[in-house]
């Protein structure tokens, strides 16, 4: 693997399930350290207290549907936040609508992944962000 | 417009999605049996997993609103299976870490289904899935609606899909 196997990740989706298995092919992949988090609302703290520790989390792998703060939002969040403007932020969402895609570049996303998909197709996508 | 006639159409788009969702994370083919009338309210498996969804459909130049619900049922066995394929380890009974994998489940055929029915002419609104567990436990069908049973083998063991399906002007 060309990246860090120590990058740090957070995964954030509000159905425990999903964080298991997208931590379970992250591993697959080879990357080691991984957190996660149950909604943006979750995950937003998260980041910023990551950045004031010093230790940002440097890729962000979320869901789009989440009750609290949607995916779409914590994205605006970050991308309108100092120093975050490139973070790299892999969105996943269940909804195959091209609409969708467009709302998501238009807000900044690196790139985006469509349920239901296979490690390899993960991996590919980090690949693209990460080239 | 002849409900019963779309209602066939509209059901492909979930038995491909089933296929699709299923082969790319649960590592296993569904072989589709041959789909039924259901007359009761009985679910076939142990877990089920439902999802209701509404909308318009846009044909020919009329329009109509439209409820439809469904279903994903497992036997126990089954869905331990599985949980076991998509998580990674060895699941024997019905724990907490497993509870919302059906709703994912049926989230992701219902998110897959939504972009072939919207060509089809179809706008829709999902909600949130719900699950229920229990042998013999029967799930509430949408009023007036005729539900479908769509038996699917696949080598976790067998899996129900149910789909109702009800227009209205």
Not at chain 1, 88 to 107: D, S
Request: proline content about 4%; overall charge negative; glycine content about 8%.
């Amino acid at each position: 693997m060309a990246l860090k196997a120590d990058i740090k990740i957070l995964v954030v989706d509000d159905m425990s399930t999903m964080r298991k298995i997208i931590k379970n092919m992250l591993s697959q992949i080879g990357f080691t350290n991984i957190s996660e988090a149950d909604d943006g609302a979750t995950a937003w703290p998260m980041i910023e207290g990551a950045i004031k520790e010093g230790k940002p989390y440097e890729f962000i792998v979320s869901d789009w549907n989440m009750p609290q703060l949607s995916g779409l939002d914590l994205l605006k969040n970050v991308r309108s936040t100092p120093g975050l403007e490139k973070l790299p932020f892999l969105m996943i969402t269940a909804e195959a609508e091209q609409g969708n895609v467009v709302i998501a570049v238009k807000a900044g996303v690196s790139n985006f992944i469509v349920k239901p998909f296979s490690a390899a197709v993960l991996k590919e996508k980090i690949d693209r962000i990460f080239k | 417009m002849s409900g019963e006639s779309h209602f066939i159409e509209f059901s492909k788009p979930f038995i491909d999605a089933a296929k699709n969702v299923f082969e790319t994370m649960v590592f296993t083919k569904l072989e589709t049996q041959k789909p039924i009338i259901k007359s009761d309210d009985l679910s076939r498996g142990d877990v089920s997993a439902v999802l209701g969804l509404s909308g318009e459909l846009e044909k020919n130049g009329s329009k109509c609103h439209y409820k439809a619900m469904l279903v994903l049922s497992f036997p126990h066995e089954t869905y331990f299976k599985v949980a076991s394929a998509m998580l990674g380890e060895t699941y024997t009974s019905y724990v907490s870490d497993i509870h919302d994998l059906g709703g994912e489940i049926v989230n992701m055929i219902m998110g897959n289904a939504k972009r072939d029915l919207k060509t089809m002419g179809y706008t829709s609104n999902m909600a949130i899935p719900s699950m229920i567990e229990g042998k013999s436990h029967s799930i509430k069908y949408p009023a007036g609606t005729q539900v479908v049973l769509i038996p699917f083998n696949s080598t976790h063991g067998p899996i129900y899909m149910e789909l109702c399906y009800l227009e209205a002007d």
